[in-house]
């Protein structure tokens, strides 16, 4: 490909933006950011997420067949399975303007996942014990209302998806498979170039299933998941489920004080109220008021320092979803404005909830339920009764011990690369989906989902793939095989010599992007080509006489070579 | 592929859907409907669908680069071209529910086509006069609030498109591009196996444009279109655009008739009115009430028999979009209930537009614009002024005449199976893009845009290549090559030589699919491969001994080869 007539020329702008992964496959020509969180993918992009792509599905043809099902589906699939009031990340579609409205006022769902479009489609054809079990797969688009896009293509509102659903008439073949699927993964990623850093974690199955998932994690510097590692096990946990058993307080109060009210106006962050108050920051409680999909009032407590995990509590609460309540109720329920609640005197309906890592603290602070106050020297056992039990609802902190093991957590950072979820029977029930065995009876079938995301892997190479001056694509996957630079063109020997070479790889099915710009000087082609980041740089000029010097992307040296001798090398 | 493990096997179900591309491709295992207007392309589907895209992709890339946009877009980029408002199949997004609100509550254009997304990205790339012109396309999903979802993979609420934009620096570099790319077009609809049966037409630009636009339409029984042809210019015209005269009325009134308003309680449809006046449905006349996006108030009238065509009175009108008033601003204006309309004494707010059909007649009726009352001979002159100017406001029928030759039209059913548009400077415009010339001064840039629909051929194909006994693919884009039956499986020898066959197809990159199935009957797996319609069966069996049974899906003979002939033959 000619690069002087390639749409997408590397943009000359030194404008960073929110991600390494941004910036250079911006500046690179290889996507578009259209608004936060949708990116278009221009020609150099494209041909990446292909590869990508193409590897993916090589692989899920060993387990599955490929389908394409449609982002809209009806509103009443997603009732059906009860989470069209609770997926916080769905989209509905309706019409625009008036005019739409008049031809048309139906709401559609904008599919974020497709087990509500699979499960009934596979309840159409497969119902008899011995197609059982099959995998079906797709990759195309899917759209989630993410509350902050960020990180380039590591989050996108609307963004590529793989994603495979098995079925399956026993819970054990459902395992069985779902270790298979692991072993398949980990053979995508390592043929992507990302294999060797990629471990395997517990996960939250988001709002999508009360169970663990399964994720696959790259360790990568800038990742934006964390990774709590426990040895003894060893165990990699996603910092959302990371089980954790806060450290014990450092400082010693000998005996309970009497307990106070004293004014902070304004003053709400913990890290001011210590100050403030002169106390150690561990001796601040920071509570929060939540509602649920059920209508509960939930207070929940963590030690200053930690913030509440809302999946943990969610799981605690035993509800669909909650969200922190809004002022209104804050006030109905704690009398105070926003930021003094405690655990002090709740009114009954409010259900309690208190981390461990709040408990066994003598003289502790807490919110006074009072606007501008707060209580000092409060304790369990005098001024609040001792609760029946200690949670653990706190998002886990580097520091923190794993509560089984009592062993401190390593932790690293990491970005997901793909995850599975059993999903067991919770769709295949929603649609009244059974099978009939051997016997004749009706039986429960056993779901699993398996998602990759291709667009999120482009970014998170190019995150773990890169140096100062741009990406340095893994072979497997790079746009193309040969970044062929042609110098001094404007002398017609050099000129024709260097298109002969460019025919000659062409034809024998090697894949060229060729800078065959006259206007620009070497430098810029060389920089260009750096941050494009094809493996085999090719340079034809004066200077390399009868032969063409060959440089790797990931190498310093460069070599003269005969043409043939890099058509062997190639 | 073996299709006794294939998701997606033929129904048995006689169930006849509103098409037969629909039919039979559900049937045949191709797609399934998820919802009127959406489908999942199941595995055979998809192959065929892949086919289709390309053939398109491979062609495209003689006048383009793909790229991929996103579906999801800011509502701002579509206000700033205007359409956000007026553009009646437009759909947004938003959150689903209270969790989604909470989280992100913006809402987003789904994009039915991409000219809001498309030119702002070429105004970041491309600014000299050097790099024009150039093209950009993508193959993806397309969203459309369609009123009436009907005719299987014709035409859907989320549908496949390949979208080309092409951007140059003068109208005359734009119109020869448009040339051009009518030749790439007609290559392609050649390659698709519908070359021959497929002609130009000229069409309107919907809501997009003003302007003329040009379509590719597949002659075809049960094509959804309807084209007229005029012979004097060679020209196909889409109903939707054809200029039309009515031929003369038939009845002759030598003279004008006392006028009167008759009572005709709940009477509202012509023909009916005709019958119950004992006049003929030439001398009624149908008046309806529109709304513009400009809030004018628009009447509009058409001889009984005819219907408006409401993008000519758009056009006539001089507004971006109109619908039917509702009913209270009908009561408004005609002082009567709905139905009752008519072209005398209508407020001087009304802007009244009537149609050259309705012109020339004598004792005419016409609604009184009071209920349950219609007026007869009604006389232009006398009753009501003669217009200044009668209009071509109707939907063209068969019998009609061109009115520049007088010339009745030829009428053919057809199916769109692309598009192409002159956007000159409309969206360049909007975006204020304009490109920096030798001169150094900056001038406008000329846009077209290029639509081919490959679910939509899909469909069409079907429609055109099918007998009684299912559908008939056209070798380019067939699912596979050959349908392998094997037959008395239970019999190890004719079992391992039908396998043996299969993987030497195989090694040989024959693309197969494999009836391996046991528990089926012969008549069974003969019904199901002439319903799928893979261009070539292949039979073994006891009675085919040595050799194999060869039937092409389009020929009644069969013929018994040995293998090594079958592999030369394909």
């Known amino acids: ?45 494209l041909r990446v997420l292909n590869r990508i792509e193409q590897i993916i599905r090589e692989e899920m043809d060993t387990i599955g067949q490929e389908i394409l099902m449609p982002a809209l589906t009806p509103i009443s699939s997603w009732k059906q399975t ?39 489609l596979a309840q159409k054809f497969v119902l008899s014990y011995k197609d ?9 688009n899917k759209f989630r209302n993410e509350p902050r896009v960020k990180s380039g293509l590591l989050r996108g509102r609307e963004f590529r998806m793989k994603d495979l659903y098995s079925f399956h008439t026993t819970e054990s073949d459902l395992k069985k498979y779902y270790e298979k699927s692991k072993e398949v993964y980990m053979k995508i990623f390592k043929r992507l170039g990302i294999g060797k850093d990629t471990v395997i974690t517990l996960a939250s199955g988001g709002s999508f299933t009360d169970d663990y998932s399964h994720e696959f994690q790259t360790i990568c510097e800038t990742g934006e998941d964390t990774l709590f590692y426990e040895k003894t096990n060893n165990v990699y946990f996603n910092r959302e489920v990371a089980p954790s058993q806060a450290p014990k307080v450092q400082y010693e109060d000998k005996e ?21 108050l002169k106390i150690p920051v561990e001796k601040t409680t920071k509570t ?11 207070a929940a407590a963590v030690r200053g320092g930690y913030d509440i995990n809302e999946d943990k509590l969610r799981k605690v609460v035993k509800c669909k979803a909650l969200k922190l309540a809004d002022e209104k109720t804050v006030k109905k329920v704690t009398g105070a404005e926003v930021g003094y609640a405690g655990i002090l005197n709740l009114p009954k309906e409010v259900e309690l909830y208190i981390d461990e890592s709040a408990g066994g603290r003598l003289n502790i602070e807490t919110g006074a339920n009072k606007t501008n106050y707060h209580s000092i020297n409060v304790n369990f056992g005098r001024d609040i009764p001792i609760p029946e039990k200690f949670y653990d609802l706190k998002v886990a902190k580097d520091g923190d011990l794993n509560p089984e093991s009592n062993e401190r957590y390593q932790v690293f950072k990491a970005s997901e690369v793909g995850n599975i979820f059993p999903l067991y029977t919770k769709f295949t029930e929603a649609f009244n989906y059974k099978f009939v065995d051997r016997d004749g009876k009706e039986k429960p079938i056993y779901m699993g989902c398996y998602g990759i995301g291709p667009s999120r892997i482009m970014g998170i ?3 773990k793939y890169h140096d100062d001056k741009g990406i340095v694509w893994p072979k497997e996957i790079a746009p193309f095989q040969v ?32 800078d065959d710009r006259e206007d620009v000087s070497a430098g810029e082609k060389f920089a260009d080509a750096d941050l494009i980041g094809i493996p085999n740089r090719l340079v034809v000029s004066k200077r390399s006489g009868d032969k063409i010097e060959l440089k790797k992307r990931m190498e310093k ?11 062997k090398s190639l």
Chains 1, 2 share one sequence.
């Not at 005019?99 to 709401?107: C, P």
Request: net charge negative; charged share 25%.
């Open 483 to 514: 970044h062929l630079i042609g110098l001094d063109l404007k002398e017609e020997s050099i000129n024709s010599k260097v298109q002969q070479i460019y025919q000659e790889l062409v034809n024998r099915n090697i894949e060229v992007l060729f």
């Open 557 to 567: 040296k460069t070599e003269l070579l005969t043409l043939p001798d890099i058509i």
């Open 82 to 120: 009860g989470r069209f009031d609770t997926v916080d990340v769905l989209m509905k579609t309706t019409p625009a303007n008036i005019f739409a409205k008049a031809k048309n006022d139906t709401e559609y769902v904008l599919n974020p996942t497709h087990e509500e479009v699979v499960t009934p």
């Open 256 to 276: 309970k004080l009497p307990r106070k009210e004293v004014k902070g106006e304004g003053i709400i962050g913990v890290e001011e109220l210590a100050e403030y």
């Open 288 to 298: 929060l008021i939540f509602e649920t999909d059920d209508k509960r009032i939930i």
């Open 461 to 463: 190479i190019v995150e």
């Open 132 to 140: 059982f079990p099959f995998g079906l797969y797709q990759i195309q």
């Open 1 to 45: 490909m000619l690069y002087s007539k390639f749409f997408g020329k590397t943009k000359k702008s030194s404008k960073e933006y929110d991600s390494v992964n941004a910036t250079l496959l911006i500046k690179g020509g290889f996507i578009d950011q259209v608004m936060a969180g949708t990116y278009t993918y221009l020609t150099l992009g």
